[in-house]
């Protein structure tokens, strides 16, 4: 019998996409480690999905159509697909950020919405 549920661990990669890791069907998971002055070395948007950015440690910076958004642990973001967006870390200190990649608009309930309660 397959089971209801997936679990995966994560390392000290620089990056660890979980999608395949725990067959995600409506979302994308990443985990982003960038060290201290380093940067994603290219500017991205999406045709449909948007993205929830958490900051679990360390300081950077994001740079969304051309405005510059300092980030810090605890921070989150979301941004809209069509945004152009890059991310860094401070200079001094490196930066661990989780992203969350989902359809926009997507969400039909949630929370108490979409529970049930079983027992």
């Not at 395949?20 to 990443?30: F, I, K, M, P």
């Not at 152009?84 to 108490?112: H, M, P, W």
Request: net charge negative; aromatic share 6%.
């Amino acid at each position: 019998m397959m089971k209801n549920y997936a679990k995966t661990t994560v390392g000290d990669e620089a990056r660890a996409e979980l999608h395949e890791a725990l067959a995600l069907t409506g979302a994308e998971v990443s985990i982003n480690r960038l060290p201290a002055g380093a940067g994603v070395p290219f500017v991205h948007a999406h045709k449909s999905n948007e993205e929830i950015y958490g900051v679990l440690s360390g300081r950077g910076k994001a740079v969304i159509d051309g405005e510059e958004i300092a980030l810090a642990a605890g921070d989150w973001l979301r941004i809209a697909p069509a945004a152009k967006r890059q991310f860094s870390a401070a200079a001094d200190e490196g930066i661990v950020y989780l992203c969350i990649q989902v359809k926009e608009n997507s969400l039909g309930a949630f929370t108490a919405e979409d529970a049930v309660i079983l027992s």
